[in-house]
C-alpha cells in the first residue's frame, strides 16, 4: 500500500508558560485529505497546539512542518500563504461591512500577498472575487445573507460566514477551533453537514472540538490531549475504548 502523504507534522513541540508545561513531546502527523480532531478537556493545550501551528505562539522547543516547509519562525501571514486557513473560537471578521464584502477581503488580501485598508475602498470592482465571494456563500448557504451587515448575523451564521472566509482562500488545510462553541444544536448539526461536505472534496482539516457528537461525525483520527500531553492517538473506535481516555475526558 502506498504512504500516506504527511500534510502536516508537528515534531516533539514543547511549550512553557513561565513554570506551566502547556504542551510537552507533541508529535502529531496529519494525512493528506484527513479530518484529524484534536480534544481533551479545558485547559489541555488545544487553542495552544493550534496557535504554534499558526505562528501566532512560538514554540520552546520543536517544530512545526507543513507539506515539507519548517513553519517554525515564520509569521502568521507568511503560514497562511502557504495554504493553512483557520477558524478561530471567536470569529475574527469585519463588523460593519456586508457579508459579502467579508469573503472577499481573504481572496483580495491572498491575490495581493497581504491584507491593506485600501482594498475596502474598491470592493465593487473587483467583479471576479465577488463572484466567488457570492459561490462561496451559497456553498454555506448564506446566498439569502450576502447584503446583511456582518455583525448582525446570529452566532451560527458567523461562523458560516467564516468558513466561507476560509474556503475562498482554497487551503491546502483548514484549522478549525471550536466551529461549533455556542451554537444551537440546529446551527451545530448545519455545520457538520458542512464540514461534510468539504470532507468530500478531500480538503484536509484539523478539527479542536469539545463536542463528541461532532468529533465523532466528523473525525478520520483522533488525538487526546490532557495537561499538555498526547495521552491517545488513533480511529475514532480506537480513542472510544481507550480506558485512559475515558479517565481523563469522557469521564468513564
Ligand atoms: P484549551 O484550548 O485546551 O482549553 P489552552 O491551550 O487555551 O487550552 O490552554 C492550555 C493551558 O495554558 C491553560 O492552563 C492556560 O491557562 C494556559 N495558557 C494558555 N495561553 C496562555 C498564555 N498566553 N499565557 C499563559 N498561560 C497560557
Ligand atoms: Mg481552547
Known amino acids: 500500500m502506498a504512504q500516506p502523504n504527511i500534510v502536516l507534522h508537528v515534531a ?20 493528506e485529505g484527513t479530518t484529524h480532531a484534536i480534544i481533551g478537556p479545558n485547559g489541555a493545550g488545544k487553542s495552544t497546539l493550534l496557535n504554534v501551528i499558526i505562528g501566532k505562539l512560538a514554540p520552546t522547543s520543536g517544530q512545526v512542518v ?3 516547509a519548517v513553519l517554525t519562525g515564520r509569521k502568521p501571514y507568511q503560514i497562511n500563504q502557504l495554504g493553512i486557513a483557520r477558524v478561530f473560537q471567536t470569529p475574527e471578521i469585519f463588523g460593519d ?7 472577499m477581503i481573504p481572496a483580495l488580501a491572498k491575490r495581493d ?9 474598491n470592493l465593487n470592482a473587483e467583479t471576479t472575487i465577488r463572484d466567488e465571494a457570492l459561490h462561496m456563500l451559497e456553498d454555506v448557504g448564506m446566498s439569502g445573507h450576502v447584503d446583511m ?3 448582525s448575523l446570529s ?7 467564516e468558513l466561507a472566509m476560509c474556503l475562498i482562500q482554497h487551503p491546502r488545510l483548514l484549522l478549525l477551533d471550536e466551529p461549533t462553541a455556542g451554537m444551537s444544536r440546529h446551527d451545530t448539526n448545519t455545520t457538520i453537514e458542512l464540514l461534510q461536505k468539504i470532507k468530500q472534496r478531500g480538503m484536509t482539516k484539523v478539527i479542536i472540538e469539545h463536542d463528541m457528537h461532532v468529533v465523532f461525525s466528523l473525525a478520520d483520527k ?6 499538555g500531553r498526547i495521552i491517545a492517538d488513533g480511529s475514532p473506535d480506537d480513542v472510544r475504548g481507550n480506558p485512559a ?3 481523563a475526558y469522557l469521564g468513564g
Open 155 to 161: 452566532r451560527g451564521d458567523k461562523r458560516r460566514m
Open 113 to 121: 500577498g497581504a491584507f491593506r485598508l485600501n482594498m475596502l475602498k
Open 245 to 247: 481516555v475515558q479517565e
Open 97 to 103: 461591512l456586508s457579508v459579502l464584502h467579508n469573503v
Open 66 to 68: 507543513f507539506d515539507g
Open 149 to 151: 451587515l456582518a455583525s
Open 12 to 31: 516533539d513541540v514543547h511549550k512553557r508558560f513561565g513554570g506551566l508545561h502547556a504542551l510537552a513531546d507533541i508529535d502529531l502527523q496529519v494525512e
Open 222 to 227: 483522533i488525538s487526546v490531549l490532557a495537561q
